[in-house]
Each structure stands twice: as C-alpha cells, then as structure tokens.
C-alpha cells in the first residue's frame, strides 16, 4: 500500500523521508478534476486519429520533448532493445527567444506544438493542465525538502524556469502489437526530479517493490502518485529510490490505456551535488557530481530518443 503524505500543515519528517525511500507515494491532488477529464477526453480523440495526420505533429530536433511520438519508437534502457507499444505526446511551457537557458539548450526548451488544427480547443486546456500540474509539484518538493532539511526553495529554485514536460501516454490494445515480445512499457526509471502521475483510464502501472515483488498501483480519484527520478536519488545520495516501474496490460484487458504525468526537470545547468539528508550514514558518496542536463542527454541516448543528426529530417524516426 502507498504512503500518504500531506501538503498541508507540517508533515512527520521521518514519514516522508519514508516514502522517498519507497520511491513512491500518494498526494491529493490539486488539479481539478473536471480539467483531467477534458484533457482526457481531447488526448483520446487525438490519439484515435489516423497515423498519417497525427505525424503532421512531429517536432524534429526535441529528442522527442514535444509533439507526437508515433509507436515503436522509445526503447527502455533495460529492455532487449525492443520498442515500447505505446503512443506519446510531449507539451511544455516556452520561454522567451532571448532567455539564456532556450540559447543555450535549445532542444531542452522546444516551443509546444498543439494540434488545434485537429482537435479544436485542446492547446488551451493541454497549456492549463501544464501550468496546474507545475504547480501541485513545487508543493510537493516544498514538502519534500522541508523533510530533507533544505531550504524551503532549495528545490523550487532548480526548477525555476526548468523544462517541466507533460507527457501523454496512449497505449493501443495489445492485441494489435506487432509480436508478443512488445508491452506498453518496459521497466524504466525515470530521470527527472520527481514526476506526478494523475490517475489513469485504466490500470497497468507496477512498481518494483524493495523486497523484489512487482506491485499494482494507481491514484484513486482525487489523487496523484508522485515517483522519485533519478535527479532526486542522486541529489539524496540514495537516501530517495528513483524506484523501477513498468507499465503492463493484465490478460484479461483488451481496450487502450491512456495515461497523463508530468516531469520536474531542473534546469539543465544545475549541478547535482549529493546531500547529506537527516539519517543518511556517514559512508562514502554513492554518486559522482555531474550536471542535470549531462544526466538527461545520457539517458536519452541509452532509450533510444537522444537526436544526433542535423539538417533536414533531423530526430525523425524510422
């Protein structure tokens, strides 16, 4: 069962740090429900569109960070290298042209590509999701922190102007994959701070649990799950467990799953230097220090979404 912890008043320090320990956890959600369900219901008439015209919402050059995603293209880093069965589409927030950050990194912060031409009105509610989803997770790692004995906007302030990513998950029925050897989502960890996943339109999320055992979870209505990144357990020295996850169809589910999260990014200059949290040992640092967009660019190019080339077609997919 998944630890609760609240947003509100002063949360057990020791409870939390329990939770980041478990790498999962459950928060009441501030996002409204009635925009989940909108933004549901816009994604699911998107996805069920032909391949042909939801290509035309590609983003070249973006590592895949905004856009469409056709299927058979991102491959888990522990997988046999064979392609996840699913379909994504990536939104942000811009930032100005002359910002330091989009000069420096461009291809972290793509302007978002919203298919209005194909589904009318998705843009604005896709653009209010982001920005309230954002927002319920500087909460969160304002908790988060507090627990960790960290200044109040330690975290807040790495994500300031950060490439926080929504990401839309459309997993089509397995009975259409190409082979048995495809599932929606090959055990993966993520490698953002932490990530806010909303509840879904059907089960499949499983998280590995610390004891070995694949476990079913999901947020009940009203909830998120919030999952601790690889950013996180680096910066915590492996006090937090950026926890393996998977996403599988049970035998008995025939339809499509379709899923909303939100990854925190820090900004891609931060340098992640490990901490030293309330009842961490006294032993030797775990993880070297390197910069967050060195984590993200190394990631990348081990899941198969990194774009080397340059030029016209430059990050299509074959």
Known sequence: MLREISLGGRPDGATV??????????????????LLDECYGLLEE????????????????????SGYTPPLVETAEKSDRTPDWKELFHWGAPLPAGHPLRT???????????????VPGI?????????????????????????????????????????????????????????????????????????????ATSPGL?????????LPVHAPEGYA??????????????????????????????????????FCHPTPWTVLTPLRPPGSPDAPRRFPTLTADALFERTMYRINRLDTRTGPGAGEDG
């Open 17 to 34: 740090r329990g939770a980041l320990r478990d790498g999962f956890f459950l928060v009441r959600n501030s996002v409204p429900e009635s």
């Open 46 to 65: 998107f996805f069920s569109l032909p391949l042909e015209a939801k290509l035309g919402a590609r983003v070249t050059g973006t590592n895949g960070q």
């Open 104 to 118: 420096r990194f461009p291809a972290r912060y793509p302007d978002p590509r919203m298919p209005d031409e194909l």
């Open 123 to 199: 843009g604005r509610a896709l653009t209010e999701l982001h920005t309230r989803m954002r927002e319920f997770q500087v909460r969160v790692v304002g908790v988060l922190g507090e627990a960790l004995n960290v200044h109040p906007g330690y975290f807040e302030e790495m994500l300031e102007d950060g490439p926080v990513v929504n990401r839309a998950a459309w997993y089509p029925p397995m009975r259409d994959a190409p082979s048995r050897a495809h599932t929606w989502a090959v055990e993966h960890k993520d490698f953002d701070l932490v990530t806010a996943l909303p509840r």
């Open 206 to 214: 499983q998280v590995l649990g610390r004891d070995g055992e694949w």
């Open 225 to 262: 799950i919030v999952n601790v990144g690889m950013v996180l357990e680096r910066l915590t020295d492996g006090l937090a467990r950026a926890a393996v996850h998977r996403v599988v169809a049970d035998p008995q589910q025939t339809g499509p799953r379709l899923s909303i999260v939100q």
